[in-house]
T-cell receptor
Framework: EDQVTQSPEALRLQEGESSSLNCSYTVSGLRGLFWYRQDPGKGPEFLFTLYSAGEEKEKERLKATLTKKESFLHITAPKPEDSATYLC???????????FGGGTRLMVKP | NAGVTQTPKFQVLKTGQSMTLQCAQDMNHEYMSWYRQDPGMGLRLIHYSVGAGITDQGEVPNGYNVSRSTTEDFPLRLLSAAPSQTSVYFCASARFTGGDSPLHFGNGTRLTVT
């Protein structure tokens, strides 16, 4: 059974204080790993897809990296508008279902 | 381009009542799905469809029905609402099935069953 675990559950940062979010996964064959951002009262919004170990993707202050067992979402010099819940997910072997982690709630204070 | 549209945004039901949550997408996406999101449980897949006329069960299908008569629409039916179905429901679509296409989510329906 595919499993996805995210840590920490919640993270409080001061504006400008860089940090990383972790997504550990167990799948029989990795078809890809997705990162999403979810704002309160909204649906998740797609950020990145990573396909193979060593791959990196960047968007503004966010950089996602992937190893064979986990993915990291690095946040450099965060701003209050980066406050959100960040979710990672992996597809099953058939590619017709996504398993989501529980998410990391990020709060950035000015 | 509206993306994925869900209606209603909020709904209160009494135990035993039935209702349909509507979902429509205007992106000609092949894949559509329904998730529920509960505190401490994350997003869990209820049902999904890989094309018109084709549906299948996800992780938590009991108490829910779906159908897909058109590419655009994927309604979720609650047959006899129970308090355990109190949750936020998200519809999501993807261009292709296969895990390569990211999901596009609607903004959810918040359902309370009393």
């Amino acid at each position: 059974e595919d499993q996805v675990t995210q840590s920490p559950e919640a993270l409080r940062l001061q504006e400008g204080e860089s940090s990383s979010l972790n997504c550990s996964y167990t799948v029989s064959g990795l078809r890809g790993l997705f990162w999403y951002r979810q704002d309160p009262g909204k649906g998740p919004e797609f950020l990145f897809t990573l396909y193979s170990a060593g791959e990196e993707k960047e968007k503004e202050r966010l950089k996602a990296t992937l190893t064979k067992k986990e993915s990291f979402l690095h946040i450099t010099a965060p701003k209050p508008e980066d406050s959100a819940t960040y979710l990672c997910a992996v597809p099953n072997n058939a590619g017709n279902m996504l398993t989501f982690g529980g998410g990391t709630r990020l709060m950035v204070k000015p | 381009n509206a993306g994925v549209t869900q209606t209603p945004k909020f709904q209160v039901l009494k135990t035993g009542q039935s209702m349909t949550l509507q979902c429509a997408q205007d992106m000609n996406h092949e894949y559509m799905s329904w998730y529920r999101q509960d505190p401490g449980m994350g997003l869990r897949l209820i049902h999904y469809s890989v094309g018109a006329g084709i549906t299948d069960q996800g992780e938590v299908p009991n108490g829910y029905n779906v159908s897909r008569s058109t590419t655009e629409d994927f309604p979720l039916r609650l047959l006899s609402a129970a308090p355990s179905q109190t949750s936020v429901y998200f519809c999501a679509s993807a261009r292709f099935t296969g895990g390569d296409s990211p999901l596009h989510f609607g903004n959810g329906t918040r359902l309370t069953v009393t």
